[in-house]
């Protein structure tokens, strides 16, 4: 059986899985171009692969009719939004995930953006270097209040930490959380209204489905304090970026910190980059070390699971 490997990091991380699936009898051909395949280049070399590790590659309903074979993908993450999980299921494929392989990178990348933008670490580097000796005023993040919007793996990793710093952490989820959770993790449950109203950084850890596309626009933003920053390093789409333009350039809200965007990479007209109050880093929350390595372990354990489940039954 073929495996088809698309994610770079499996050529930097992942090397002994692969060797540990060849010796579970299995075909293995992983990315070590150094680039990301052209979808011209991953629909030839899918086409004949029973499991594919995918990242960001696209598998919509075209690719997967193009894919006979295929009976397994995991996504090398989580999110599956550039992937037709409810056709693939439909042509009975099953669809994995890494749940919680990055989880704690993704946490801490976010914590490094309260603490980046607090203390202005960014325009105050930049500005050393231009040989300015600037001495801008920042915040202290104790007792300051973070609002995280999803609760899963990441937002209990990032509430820990923040905690952990003497943060008053408050949650909103779609989901129902136990009283036991809620009192282990020392967060408060609240109305998402509330939450942007009172919330010093909001921070959202959300897939992007039709319910969550622009979540945060115009309206929420109304709500949110005016020294407010809102952290994204979930997925591009979940904020209307024109009306965040909008937001940081009139002082409804005081910044904003992203490692996601709509399109990536955005264009280089981008309004948004131009505005000191808007930081984006190229998507690299969740590579780590150690998360690679986790996020190759995991997804190889998926495939060869999944395919001798099937070569046995």
């Known amino acids: 059986m073929k495996v088809l490997i698309t994610p770079r990091g499996f050529a930097a991380y992942g090397l002994d899985y692969v060797e540990k699936m060849k010796k579970a009898g299995l075909e293995i051909h992983y990315n ?6 052209s979808p011209e280049k991953f629909a030839e070399l899918a086409k004949d692969a029973d499991a594919i590790i995918v990242g960001v590659d696209k598998m919509d309903r075209a ?3 193009q894919c006979p074979k295929l009976k397994v993908i995991c996504k090398f993450g989580v999110g599956t939004d550039n992937i037709d999980v409810a056709y693939a299921e439909s042509k009975k494929i099953y669809v994995g995930r890494t749940i919680g392989s990055n989880s704690n990178a993704v946490a801490e990348h976010v ?37 995280i919007i999803g609760f ?23 989901f129902d959380i136990s009283t036991e959770v809620l009192d282990e993790y020392q ?18 850890h959300l897939p992007l489905i039709n319910d969550t596309k622009n979540l945060i626009s115009t309206k929420e933003f109304k709500k949110m304090k005016t020294n407010a920053c809102l952290l994204n390093a979930a ?54 070390v150690e998360s690679e390595k986790r996020t190759c372990e995991y997804s190889s354990s998926i495939i060869m699971e999944q395919l001798q489940g099937l070569t046995q039954s």
């Not at 203390?119 to 104790?142: A, C, Q, Y």
């Not at 952990?164 to 952490?169: K, L, N, P, S």
Request: charged share 25%; glycine share 8%.
């Open 111 to 147: 914590m490094s953006f309260i603490y980046c933008e607090s203390k202005n670490l960014w325009p105050t580097i930049r500005e050393v270097k231009n040989h300015r000796w600037e001495k801008p005023t920042g915040f202290e993040v104790r007792e300051k209040v973070l609002g």
């Open 63 to 65: 690719l997967i009719d």
């Open 32 to 37: 070590d171009t150094g680039l990301a395949y």
């Open 152 to 174: 899963g793996a990441i937002g209990k990793h990032l509430a820990k930490q923040a905690v952990g710093v003497g943060m008053t952490v408050q949650i909103n989820d779609v």
């Open 235 to 288: 997925r591009g789409g979940i904020v209307d970026e024109q009306a965040l333009y909008q937001a940081l350039k009139t002082g409804e809200i005081r910044s904003a910190c992203f490692d996601v965007f709509s399109t990536e990479p955005p264009a280089e007209d981008e309004p948004l980059l131009e505005l000191d109050n808007f930081l984006l880093t190229s998507h690299t929350a969740a590579r780590t």
């Open 187 to 204: 967060v408060e449950k609240v109305e998402l209204g509330h939450l942007l109203e009172s919330s010093d950084y909001i921070s959202l």
